[in-house]
């Protein structure tokens, strides 16, 4: 990637691939991503733009790494370790490491968010019965999870 990178259109730069937000899959919906910067010199992070459809949602897991987000575009509810925030444009969430977690649109817009993450990662964690069985105990997080 070249030190300037143009924005071609609102929220798509300049070869940056939209990509599938992960594999097949019924526990996320209407999400995409794109990788806008990969680590190499010196950056230890990357840095990328999830967009979300609206009624959109991201997957329910955990990592041991964390996440530094900014929404950008439009506006969330979030689900961060046992409680649910709602986030507006320039908001911030951070995701510390092991904490489950869930991004969904709230209202009619897509939902836009820059999101850093280390370049060396492990695998989303997703939860068995047993753990959406007690994030479900409180009936505001039973009733906004999508798993």
Do not use: N
Not at 16 to 40: A, D, N
Not at 53 to 68: K, Q, T, V
Not at 106 to 112: I, Q
Not at 117 to 134: F, G, H, I, K
Request: net charge negative; glycine share 10%.
């Amino acid at each position: 990637m070249s030190e300037h990178v143009r924005q071609t259109d609102p929220f798509r730069w300049q070869g940056v691939e939209v990509k599938p937000y992960k594999g097949e899959g019924t526990h996320f919906s209407g999400i995409t991503r794109q990788v806008l910067f990969q680590g190499g010199d010196g950056l230890g992070c990357e840095l990328r733009y999830f967009e979300l459809a609206p009624g959109g949602w991201s997957s329910l897991e955990r990592h041991h790494h964390a996440h530094a987000v900014m929404i950008i575009r439009g506006a969330a509810r979030v689900f961060v370790g046992d409680h649910i925030v709602e986030a507006r444009t320039h908001d911030l969430v951070r995701v510390p490491p092991l904490t489950w977690h869930q991004f969904q649109t709230h209202g009619d817009e897509p939902l836009g968010f820059l999101c850093m993450v280390d370049c060396d990662r492990d695998v989303p964690e997703r939860p068995d019965a047993s753990v959406l069985a007690a994030l479900r105990r409180d009936p505001a997080v039973a009733g906004f999870l999508k798993a």
